[in-house]
Nanobody
Framework: QVQLVESGGGLVQAGGSLRLSCAAS????????MGWFRQAPGKERELLAG????????YYADSLKGRFTISRDNAKNTVYLQMSSLRPEDTAVYYC????????????????WGQGTQVTVSS
């Protein structure tokens, strides 16, 4: 069982940026794909981005419109989500996710989530 702990959320004004971090432990981090989800009240959990075990390939949801970037540092057992040009509709709890294996492009590819970090965008 992988353990994931998100950090970096908070309050930000519209147009601003945040960088979320996810520290992983409990299994060999570099052997698995990773991703980020978010969930707002009344909405389903949404897959935002995924990244391969090496960091060499990524997936992004079309709705992000190029504003978010996922990356990972396997030496630090950490995955990141850089968020720019934030909008009030980005307000949600953001979750780091561990994949079941090497696939990372579909919600069903993921089997572990952290506790989440709140991102609130004001205007």
């Amino acid at each position: 069982q992988v353990q994931l702990v998100e950090s970096g959320g908070g309050l930000v004004q519209a147009g601003g940026s945040l960088r979320l971090s996810c520290a992983a432990s409990g299994r060999t981090f570099s052997n698995y794909a990773m991703g980020w989800f978010r969930q707002a009240p009344g909405k389903e959990r949404e897959l935002l981005a995924g990244i391969s075990w090496s960091g060499g390939s990524t997936y992004y949801a079309d709705s992000l419109k190029g504003r978010f970037t996922i990356s990972r540092d396997n030496a630090k057992n950490t995955v990141y989500l850089q968020m720019s040009s934030l909008r009030p509709e980005d307000t949600a709890v953001y979750y780091c996710a561990g994949a079941k294996g090497r696939d990372y492009r579909r919600p069903s590819d993921f089997g572990s989530w952290g506790q989440g970090t709140q991102v609130t965008v004001s205007s």
